[in-house]
């Protein structure tokens, strides 16, 4: 059998080269140092920031838009409730065309609640009515809506009902 051997030191003694048993090298053979070895771990930090800048990024667009859907969702209930108001005050206007002013308040859940004043104030060709409709979170207000219906006169169905105004 025979051995063949790449350049050592020390040449194999006779006896290993009959037997077939190698001598090993004196020495652990040189690990070849790539000149490239540090990019894999630059590539690796390069790609984890901008995965964690993307992610930052999207959990800041995903804040942003729920804090948009509550205040329109807000907007909506201020609104519905300001209309509710207008209608309330028709209704009184025609049992007793007067001026008046009254508010109430409706809870819209456990830390939330909508106030709703109403007023009839004298104007030119009849009364103005005005429904302003607060919503309050916890004690303090986080959205306010205004419906007016102008000329409202004293006339039988919805012709006395006046002009409808939005006013924020």
């Not at 102008?150 to 924020?168: D, N």
């Amino acid at each position: 059998m025979t051995v063949t051997m790449r350049s050592t030191r020390h040449p194999p003694s006779p006896a290993a080269a009959r037997d077939g048993r190698a001598i090993l090298p004196s020495r652990a053979p040189r690990r070849v140092r790539h000149p490239r070895g540090g990019f894999a771990l630059y590539l690796a930090f390069l790609v984890t920031s901008v995965l964690f800048f993307l992610v930052l990024g999207g959990q800041d667009v995903a804040r942003l838009t729920l804090d948009l859907g509550r205040s329109a969702a807000l907007e909506v209930i201020g609104f519905q409730a300001a209309d509710g108001g207008l209608e309330r005050g028709l209704a009184r206007l025609q049992k007793g065309f007067r001026p008046f002013a009254w508010s109430y308040v409706s809870p819209l859940g456990r830390f939330r609640q909508v106030q709703v004043e109403v007023a009839a104030r004298p104007a030119r060709d009849g009364l103005d009515l005005i429904a302003t409709a607060t919503i309050f979170e916890g004690g303090r207000p986080v959205a306010r809506r205004c419906l007016e219906r102008q000329g409202v006169q004293k006339r039988p169905g919805r012709t006395g009902t006046g002009r409808f105004l939005e006013a924020s």
